[in-house]
């Protein structure tokens, strides 16, 4: 397996603490940003709670100047598109891209295409709680605003242009971290 495709991808909450991370591979750059995936069978964690598998292909978005990342699924799952409400991703080095999570979510459901915005209340406890500054949570409520009628309607790269990427990852199966 060729590691130099392999990216760490590690999102924390404000006050540091490890939030999801793990292992992707670098699908390519467009100008959404960067896209990275794995077919069936890649591992995140949750800070350091055990692994969590997910059963079907996804792609992820980390947009360049944005305040939010995005992950595209394949079907049977129910949720299309994920959207995690962030500070921009950096890239400390070309292997591992971060961010902090904020903790609002955009997504849109298979079944009817409806977004919604998920985590309101977890966002104003977190608000007190890591003494959020005031321009972080004028970001992040209006990357959350911003992003629903995007996500529920036919922008991109929300409508179509993740299909390509997420073509790319049925090769990829297992865990890339093993």
């Keep these: 397996m060729d590691m130099s495709n392999l990216i760490r991808v590690t999102y924390r909450k404000y006050d540091g603490s490890l939030h ?3 292992v992707m591979r670098r699908l390519g750059e467009d100008d959404f940003g ?3 995936g794995w077919g069936a069978g890649l591992t995140m ?3 350091y709670e055990p692994p969590v598998t997910f059963p079907e292909p996804h792609v992820s978005l980390y947009p360049r100047d944005k305040w939010w990342t995005a ?3 394949t079907a049977p799952r129910r949720t299309e598109i994920y959207c995690d409400i962030t500070t921009v ?3 400390p080095t070309e292997d591992e ?4 999570d904020l903790d609002l979510d955009v997504i849109r459901r298979r079944e009817d295409r ?3 915005i998920l985590d309101e209340d977890e966002f104003l406890e977190h608000q007190v709680r890591y003494a959020y500054p005031p321009n972080v949570i004028e970001a992040a409520r209006n990357s959350a605003d911003a992003l629903l009628p995007a996500v529920g309607g036919d922008a991109e790269p929300f409508q179509s242009a993740y299909f390509e990427w997420l073509s790319k990852v049925e090769q990829y199966e297992g865990d890339p971290a093993a």
């Design 45 to 47: 964690r949750r800070g």
């Design 71 to 73: 992950s595209f699924y």
């Design 20 to 22: 999801w991370n793990g």
């Design 97 to 100: 891209v971060t961010m902090v």
């Design 89 to 91: 991703p950096e890239w």
């Design 114 to 116: 409806q977004a919604i």
């Design 34 to 36: 960067v896209w990275l």
